[in-house]
């Protein structure tokens, strides 16, 4: 809901934009104040859209603005989808707009924090939420930074006659980027240069069946499902030998994927804030750091979402012969809000402090096919939290054989399972367990191995 309203609130403004596209072209290529105008303009749009569809939450004024600067910060649960999908999404857009004005990352962080104070005091009625805060201005950062990165990717490598398929879908990825370079002609025409980055990129389209479901009597799983998966991963360690990972996100992977029973299933997000690279001869390269993450999860029984930090390494190793294992282990910590899909109250849910792990690998045999391993893990503590504790692990396994070309077939198991336990209500598991056949389209670098 809330990324379709942000949606059309971006599409009032192209129309106007549009309108005085060709008027402002200053010699420099980085501003301040455009930004931080579009910011404020987004939310005043925002702010106006929700007043008409959804009526006195958003009807803000001076006096709940006074109000606002004056109160504390305080926990809310909005729906789970609106808190944690549409509030990065939201920081996504503030963030869009300072990388599409010039800026760098550590700045549009800055902006995108920012951008989500305003909306905090003045875009609502209720009090600040410093779980909205989280969402919007760290998770809507990762966010934003991976759709910018891959905006400016497609922009890069797009043919002089791209036709009108490409450019929407550049659009769709990154709508701040596009907005700018068509509002400010030549200001913003530079492209954000890759570095010839190596990156795997990969679109599944399938069908699954759920082979476990157990622990929540009022979910009717659904025995078949339609998905579609859409993964890339950039900046790989393999590839050219001087690219170094000098930027924020110079490393990142992106996964999401949706399906006929769940809707909007999972967004998988991790880049390397900090990082420095590592090679062992000929074989091995690498590099490992400070990982920003944002995971959001919701297998129909219950609901994880996760804005965190990791220490962790990514790497390539070519051992003599036709394999190659690519791989990322972290660790870390995040605020994270977890739930069951038992009820239709879907404000039904609870944060905390979040310890995590992330155990990931490919195993790639030459480029004929490819084995995908990632398991994760979430305790979702009672420290800043409730009084229970919740630990999730997710399991997804997936081998894929490349037929012909760019053109690959896959099976894909997926295990999700919730532990928990709350004074009262005791311990319980919930389980899910999927098993699908994909129709894969891979890109030009087909299973990521790089060369």
Known sequence: MTSCRLGLALTLLLPVAAAHGQIARPDSARSHVIPALEIVGFDVLLNLFDRAALGDPYRSNLESMRRNLRSSWVIENDPFEINQFGHPYQGSIYHGFARASGQDYWAAMG????????????GEVTPPSRNDQIASG?????????LFRIGSLLLENEPSDAGLGRRMLTTAIAPTLVFNRRVFGRRFDAVFPSREAAYFR???????????????????LRPVEGVIDVSMEYGLPGGETDYRWRRPFDYFALQVTGSTAAGFESALIRGLLVGRGAQLGSAYRGVWGLYGNYDYISPELFRVSSTAVSIGTTFEWRPPGA????????????????????????ADYHYGVAPHSLLASRIIFRDRAALDLAA?????????????????????AAFALRLHG??????RYVLSRRDSFFPGAGNRAQVRGTLGLFYTMLGHDRFGRTR
């Open 138 to 146: 760290i998770a809507g950062s990762f966010l934003g930074e991976a």
């Open 406 to 411: 760019q053109r690959a077939v896959a099976v």
């Open 111 to 122: 902006y995108t924090f920012a951008g989500s104070v305003l909306w905090e005091i003045a």
């Open 323 to 346: 394999i190659a294992v690519q791989g990322t282990a972290l660790a870390g910590a995040g605020f994270a809000a977890v739930g069951t899909l038992a009820g239709l109250d879907t």
């Open 202 to 220: 990969r679109i599944a389209v399938g069908a699954t069946a759920t082979t476990q479901g157990r622990g929540e009597r009022g979910v009717r």
């Open 376 to 396: 994760r893990e979430y305790f979702v503590s009672r420290i800043a939290g409730t009084s229970g504790h919740d630990n999730i692990f997710r399991l997804d």
